[in-house]
């Protein structure tokens, strides 16, 4: 237990302050930009690269961010590594720091990161160095290390919680070994995380993000992509293309398919075959309904031999309103009762986006228009909600799209 370093990020005391949540995708580490980025046109350890992100809207207090990395890409030299570092959060954004440990090449990063602002959202950052059950040998067997980490007294869980995890940092110093990162047992007072490293790698340093919630605020599921061999798309080198496969997941709990609710994804176990590149990605991301989709690929002579993404999904206390800057939401009765979803996604077709209710009752984030069309494709009838509306009595209708401001009626159209 002496190699483990605990970092406990940020936890907001809100009182009476209503939850709050904001999210997007950090891209701007990109392989072959002009200049190239530091990560890649320079050999030296300890080299970085920061970006600035800043919330749609203020928080009224500091929120709980959340990193989820959704893309890997380096290089071949070994040995290879990397640290996703978070810092300076505070109510209208915060840093990321990209840094690199040793010499070889970093391409760049896709980091998918969420705000919370809620007393029932904790999250830790678990570090470890120079695991001792973790290191190579040459038989290639898998070797486990198990972490155990106490919740703090004032957290005062009422059952044990549900854990996502998400790798955020490695070092290896030979080819890529398989490495994966789970929960294995959780009690009110304490969870234990389990550290697995497979074939011949040698692994130095591992941090894991870990997102930590009582059962009917957060749940959480996990994705795996396992080769099937030659015939595996993933597997196959293909210089000039990228390959990616879908993969779905289900939501069963009732309590998670309410809304508002809010989802995130990040990677939390790799391995791959040896090659000139290694590149880990995920893409098109969604959630509708009960379903969760997502495809996991990777490029050119990378051979992703496996692959594994957590995801949760956040809903708020019933009690308790969340405001997204971005989202507008709807009711399908009068007086914000009944099923509801929530528009963040700009357009949405129903009953084709899993929706056949009438809509009757609307919330409209300030300075946006939320235009409801009785045909699809912007067509038919249509009105403008430019505030929230408690009651509607219209015919059903079948198109919404929500704009950026209350004279841009074209903004978004073409996306």
Known sequence: ????????????????????????????????????????????????????????????????????????????????????????????GFTITYV??????????DVSWAAILDSNIYTYELQTNNLPTVKSNKEGATRIQRLEVTFPENWSLKTPPNIALFILGLKMVEAWPKITAENVGTTKTSTQIKITVGVRGTLEFIRVNMIIGEKDTLLVGTINHKTTGAKDPLNIINPESERV?????????????????????????????????????????????????????????????????????YVPKPDAGVSDPDCAQVWESCNYQGDSFTV?????????????????????????????????????????????????????????????????DQFWEND
């Open 100 to 109: 690199a440990l040793t010499p070889a090449t970093i391409f760049g990063f």
């Open 245 to 313: 496969q879908k993969y779905d997941d289900k939501i069963t709990d009732k309590d998670f398919l309410k809304t508002p609710r809010y989802s995130l994804y990040g990677i939390n176990g790799l391995y791959y075959n040896y090659g000139a590149f290694c590149r880990f990605l995920t893409k098109n991301y969604l959630l509708v309904k009960d379903q969760i989709s997502v495809e996991i690929g990777t490029w050119q002579n990378s051979q992703l031999m496996e692959g594994s993404i957590q995801w949760f999904v």
């Open 1 to 92: 237990m002496k190699y483990l370093v605990l970092t406990i990020c940020t936890i907001s005391v809100l009182g009476f302050i209503k939850p709050q949540y904001d999210s997007g995708i950090d891209q701007s580490l990109h392989w072959a930009q002009t200049p190239y980025h530091a990560l890649q046109q320079s050999v030296e350890v300890g080299r970085s690269f920061q970006t600035l992100v800043k919330f749609n809207k203020p928080f009224k207090s500091t929120p709980t961010v959340i990193l989820a990395p959704i893309k890997y890409d380096f290089g071949d030299g070994l040995p290879q590594g990397f640290d996703i570092q978070l810092t300076s959060v505070n109510t209208v």
């Open 344 to 408: 963040c996604d700009r357009k949405m077709s129903f009953p084709k986006d899993g929706w056949n209710k009438p809509v009757k009752s609307f919330k409209v984030p300030d300075g946006k228009v939320l235009k409801v069309y009785n045909e699809e494709n912007l067509k038919g009838l249509s009105i403008r909600i430019e505030k929230d509306l408690p009651c509607m009595e219209v015919p059903k209708f079948s198109f919404l799209q929500l704009v950026g401001s209350l004279g841009d």
